[in-house]
């Protein structure tokens, strides 16, 4: 019985040393535009059944556990607060959805970091330099860029008295964003757990607008993971407590006379 208690005890701690790298994680992004906070999630381990529950001898029954492990990391995809920055290509999406990215190997990643630039060839990008999803060409002469918060593109032009729509810009969104896998870069692909993303324009079938000038700050709350941080702490701390206890009660057996 001591040695389960050293096992179901050192689960814990390793379960804890897991949930602060979660946490440092969290607050190692907390300025990183567009980035959601994750959150580690336990689930108890298998019981072992030392006596059955039988009425009315034992209606309960005698079961030992045998610990914890981490179940899983589950995205939070709450809205960021909102900043300011008067950047013509800065995009901030209000509501539910995703920028989708053309990669390098010709996949489609998504992200809610809007801050786009205008690459040498004139496209709309990140700052990887990743193509927005579909393209959207601005001329080199065009100025005054103005984007609707249905996503609509436009442009005044060289000897052109209306301004001139260049493009659409088209938001995907999922039946479980948890689902989406992160690959770093403010970045997701699609997994089977996400289910296939439903595209559409800004504003239509549940998907969220677009604000031009803003950009979407972590979701990412100081003070909250502070206080994740000291009851991991905490639980990390009464989990050794017990594997000491388990210890010395071992040692208190050992030491018995006969």
Known sequence: MMIRSLWVAASGMSGQEFNISVISNNLANVNTTGFKKGRAEFQDLLYQTVQRGSAPQSPVGIQLGHGVKISGTQKIFT???????????DLVIEGDGFFQVLRSDGSIAYTRDGSFKRSADGLIVTTQGYLLEPDIYIDENATDLAITP??????????????????????????????????????????????????????MDGLGTIAQGFLEMSNVKVVE??????????????????????????????NLRR
């Open 79 to 89: 809205q960021g607060d909102l900043h300011p920055t008067d950047g013509p290509l």
């Open 150 to 203: 249905e996503g609509r593109v436009f442009a005044r032009m060289v000897g052109v008295v209306e301004p001139v729509e260049l493009g659409q810009i088209e938001l995907a969104k999922f039946i479980n964003p948890a689902g989406l896998e992160s690959i770093g870069g403010n970045l997701f692909i699609q997994t089977a757990a996400s289910g296939d993303p439903i595209l559409g324009e800004p504003g």
């Open 225 to 254: 993971e502070i206080v994740n941080m000291i009851v991991a702490q905490r639980a990390y701390e009464i989990n050794s407590k017990a594997i000491q206890t388990s210890d010395e009660m071992l040692q208190m057996a050992n």
